[in-house]
């Protein structure tokens, strides 16, 4: 006699829980209904003391599989026991307080499958609660590692991996609260991601969410991670410290005429750097090195007009190229027009 062989899903659904009572039916409902269904779903609970382990139990839906931990270590723990655990061909990420739109496990499964060269899919994100925001990320590998620079250019929660692709790496407990923007920055040189362009994950904006409550220790991990991609492209770090970089590039510190200067001819290494080293498209790149210099002009004639001195302003207007003369005095006529209006 011949036994039934059970089929193993395509995707694993991976939720790390801890006290989301209030969301998880919710957050449940939109992955059992999916117009996708050859899926499993693995929840990783953090040791939680509210009853959302006995809420996803009462279901006694047999797709699912709770992991509760003994003690509660954290989010990145949890992460990185979930993806050991996972074996099927693909992992769909879903946080426990979202919602997923309902075709969102067949947008990506179909997607994936159809670009073999991709390894995480994501998509754009409708924030709701306490915020109400259309969140666009960029769509291919090339715009996405240029994004980078400036923040997480794909939402975790969002996400659909090729398990095979990921299966050797892990979050980094030491970037916790940044730890996925630290994945990304790690793994997107080697594995290709891609964000499809549509809303497919609701991403709610409570209180007690690790953004609301972490974000001072966020921002000095983020800092951390856009130097290392900074460092990347080989510039002399014996002329351009790492303060100069944050000086510049992450904060509204008061800079002078020598910053200004130290600053273009860095931009211009880095420039020649990416394309010797081919680290990103070159043409985005030149973009991005843009609209970092057109913020640096926006801070210096409009919004830190009290932390730059006008004798630098003045001394600016002479160096700078006729384009970004331009460009300024475009800022400055503008902010004028804007005022007297």
Same mark, same amino acid.
């Given at each position: 006699?011949?036994?039934?062989?059970?089929?193993?899903?395509?995707? !694993?659904? #991976?939720?790390?829980?801890?006290?989301?009572?209030?969301?998880?039916?919710?957050?449940? $409902? @939109?992955?059992?209904?999916?117009?996708?269904?050859?899926? *499993?779903?693995?929840?990783? /609970? /953090?040791?939680?003391?509210? +009853? !959302?382990?006995? %809420?996803?139990?009462? %279901?006694? *839906?047999?797709?699912?599989?709770?992991?509760?931990? $003994?003690?509660?270590?954290?989010?990145?723990?949890? %992460? +990185?026991?979930?993806?050991?655990?996972?074996?099927?061909?693909?992992?769909?990420?879903?946080?426990?307080?979202?919602?997923?739109? #309902?075709?969102?496990?067949?947008?990506?499964? +179909?997607?994936?499958?159809?670009?073999?060269?991709?390894?995480?899919?994501? @998509?754009?994100?409708?924030?709701?609660?306490?915020?109400?925001?259309?969140?666009?990320?960029? $769509?291919?590998?090339?715009?996405?590692?240029?994004?980078?620079?400036?923040?997480?250019?794909?939402?975790?929660?969002? !996400?659909?991996?090729?398990?095979?692709?990921?299966?050797?790496?892990?979050?980094? /407990?030491?970037?916790?609260?940044?730890?996925?923007? *630290?994945?990304?920055?790690? !793994?997107?040189?080697?594995?290709?991601?891609?964000?499809?362009?549509?809303?497919?994950?609701?991403?709610?904006?409570? *209180?007690?969410?690790?953004? @609301?409550?972490?974000?001072?220790?966020?921002?000095?991990?983020?800092?951390?991670?856009?130097?290392?991609?900074?460092?990347?492209?080989?510039?002399?770090?014996?002329?351009?410290?790492?303060?100069?970089?944050?000086?510049?590039?992450?904060?509204?510190?008061?800079?002078? #005429? @020598?910053?200004?200067?130290?600053?273009?001819?860095?931009?211009?290494?880095?420039?020649?750097?990416?394309?010797?080293?081919?680290?990103?498209?070159?043409?985005?790149?030149?973009?991005?090195?843009?609209?970092?210099?057109?913020?640096?002009?926006?801070?210096?004639?409009?919004? +830190?007009?009290?932390?730059?001195?006008?004798?630098?302003?003045?001394?600016? %207007?002479?160096?700078?190229?006729?384009?970004?003369?331009?460009?300024?005095?475009?800022?400055?006529?503008?902010?004028?027009?804007?005022?007297?209006?």
């Amino acid at each position: 006699m011949i036994k039934n062989i059970k089929k193993k899903p395509k995707i !694993t659904v #991976l939720i790390p829980t801890y006290n989301v009572e209030k969301y998880i039916m919710e957050c449940l $409902e @939109s992955v059992l209904n999916q117009t996708f269904q050859d899926f *499993d779903v693995l929840v990783i /609970d /953090d040791a939680s003391t509210d +009853n !959302t382990v006995n %809420l996803i139990r009462a %279901l006694g *839906d047999s797709r699912i599989t709770v992991f509760v931990k $003994e003690r509660n270590k954290g989010l990145v723990d949890s %992460l +990185n026991i979930g993806f050991e655990m996972c074996k099927n061909k693909y992992i769909a990420r879903v946080d426990g307080d979202d919602i997923n739109d #309902l075709t969102r496990f067949e947008k990506q499964f +179909n997607f994936l499958e159809s670009h073999p060269e991709i390894s995480a899919c994501g @998509s754009w994100l409708q924030s709701f609660g306490a915020g109400n925001r259309l969140i666009k990320h960029k $769509e291919t590998h090339d715009e996405i590692m240029c994004a980078m620079f400036n923040s997480a250019p794909i939402n975790i929660g969002a !996400t659909m991996f090729k398990r095979e692709a990921y299966q050797d790496y892990s979050f980094d /407990d030491s970037m916790w609260h940044a730890e996925d923007y *630290d994945f990304w920055a790690r !793994t997107g040189y080697k594995e290709k991601m891609h964000n499809l362009q549509e809303p497919l994950y609701f991403y709610r904006i409570h *209180d007690s969410q690790v953004c @609301s409550k972490y974000k001072p220790i966020q921002v000095e991990k983020k800092k951390i991670i856009k130097l290392r991609l900074w460092k990347k492209l080989n510039y002399d770090e014996r002329i351009y410290s790492d303060e100069f970089i944050i000086k510049m590039l992450m904060t509204n510190a008061r800079y002078d #005429l @020598s910053d200004f200067l130290k600053f273009q001819t860095w931009s211009n290494q880095v420039l020649v750097n990416n394309m010797e080293l081919n680290l990103y498209n070159q043409d985005y790149f030149k973009t991005l090195l843009r609209d970092i210099k057109e913020d640096i002009l926006e801070k210096t004639f409009l919004k +830190n007009r009290r932390r730059i001195s006008k004798y630098t302003r003045v001394k600016l %207007l002479f160096i700078l190229s006729l384009k970004w003369k331009i460009k300024a005095v475009k800022m400055l006529i503008e902010a004028k027009l804007k005022r007297n209006n």
